[in-house]
């Protein structure tokens, strides 16, 4: 009878441990695959300007703060894979619409980072000028949490400002999609996607006694989201009628 018990508790501990694997693999990987259909969409119509680009910028400062915060706090190796990975999306994304830009330009004038115009600030021609604008933010980081390492307030803060822009990552497609008063080249399955994420990792923080900032994001992330799928239904709604 005892072994049968043991059995039964080994049985339980591997499909315990089974189903950790997946939701970690899910975690890794998941905050990707929203973007596949962008990327498909944007491939497709051969244009970007339905995608707000602005969404790779705060995702890119979101994790690269991430990666800092584990190094000041060492949370779950998930999480900081997730980042790597999403970082290198962000950067397929980004190629791919200056690819697009490009094609599609009508004038000769090229906006570069060396000229040092806020008025197209995260709007450059080439894509070099996105990956030396987050080598350079890197290096800022690593040098000011060299030197503020040993305090807990820094890093706490560091860990609240990754968290703080992560939840921010729909607010750029928010305002784009109110800005041309629709969602045309906007890939709604991203947004469906992101918000089925969001909800996951939300639980999976909750579950995982996360640091606090991490359930937060996701929140305020699932709230955006929501606005994202309302503003599709008032568009669908409004042609609809007319």
Request: proline share 2%.
């Given at each position: 009878?005892?072994?049968?018990?043991?059995?039964?508790?080994?049985?339980?501990?591997?499909?315990?441990?089974?189903?950790?694997?997946?939701?970690?693999?899910?975690?890794?990987?998941?905050?990707?695959?929203?973007?596949?259909?962008?990327?498909?969409?944007?491939?497709?119509?051969?244009?970007?300007?339905?995608?707000?680009?602005?969404?790779?910028?705060?995702?890119?400062?979101?994790?690269?703060?991430?990666?800092?915060?584990?190094?000041?706090?060492?949370?779950?190796?998930?999480?900081?894979?997730?980042?790597?990975?999403?970082?290198?999306?962000?950067?397929?994304?980004?190629?791919?619409?200056?690819?697009?830009?490009?094609?599609?330009?009508?004038?000769?004038?090229?906006?570069?980072?060396?000229?040092?115009?806020?008025?197209?600030?995260?709007?450059w021609s080439a894509f070099e000028d996105y990956?030396?604008?987050?080598?350079?933010?890197?290096?800022?980081?690593?040098?000011?949490?060299?030197?503020?390492?040993?305090?807990?307030?820094f890093v706490e803060m560091l860990g609240s400002?990754?968290?703080?822009?992560?939840?921010?990552?729909?607010?750029?497609?928010?305002?784009?999609?109110?800005?041309?008063?629709?969602?045309?080249?906007?890939?709604?399955?991203?947004?469906?996607?992101?918000?089925?994420?969001?909800?996951?990792?939300?639980?999976?923080f909750v579950m995982n006694e996360s640091p606090?900032?991490?359930?937060?994001?996701?929140?305020?992330?699932?709230?955006?989201?929501?606005?994202?799928?309302?503003?599709?239904?008032?568009?669908?709604?409004?042609?609809?009628?007319?």
């Amino acid at each position: 009878m005892d072994a049968e018990v043991v059995l039964q508790d080994e049985d339980m501990e591997g499909s315990w441990t089974l189903l950790s694997w997946l939701a970690a693999f899910v975690m890794v990987f998941g905050g990707a695959l929203p973007y596949v259909p962008q990327y498909q969409e944007i491939q497709k119509s051969n244009n970007s300007e339905g995608f707000s680009t602005r969404v790779c910028l705060v995702l890119l400062i979101a994790n690269i703060l991430r990666i800092f915060f584990w190094i000041g706090k060492q949370f779950e190796l998930t999480l900081l894979l997730q980042s790597v990975v999403m970082i290198l999306t962000m950067f397929a994304m980004l190629h791919l619409c200056c690819t697009v830009q490009n094609t599609n330009r009508v004038s000769t004038k090229r906006h570069r980072l060396s000229d040092l115009d806020l008025n197209y600030f995260w709007k450059w021609s080439a894509f070099e000028d996105y990956l030396l604008f987050c080598f350079g933010f890197t290096v800022l980081c690593a040098v000011v949490t060299l030197l503020l390492l040993d305090s807990v307030v820094f890093v706490e803060m560091l860990g609240s400002l990754a968290v703080m822009f992560e939840a921010m990552l729909g607010l750029p497609q928010l305002l784009q999609n109110f800005h041309n008063r629709s969602t045309k080249g906007m890939s709604v399955k991203m947004v469906l996607l992101w918000t089925a994420g969001d909800v996951f990792k939300t639980t999976y923080f909750v579950m995982n006694e996360s640091p606090a900032q991490f359930w937060v994001c996701g929140f305020v992330q699932i709230l955006i989201d929501v606005a994202i799928l309302l503003q599709c239904s008032v568009i669908i709604e409004g042609v609809n009628q007319a």
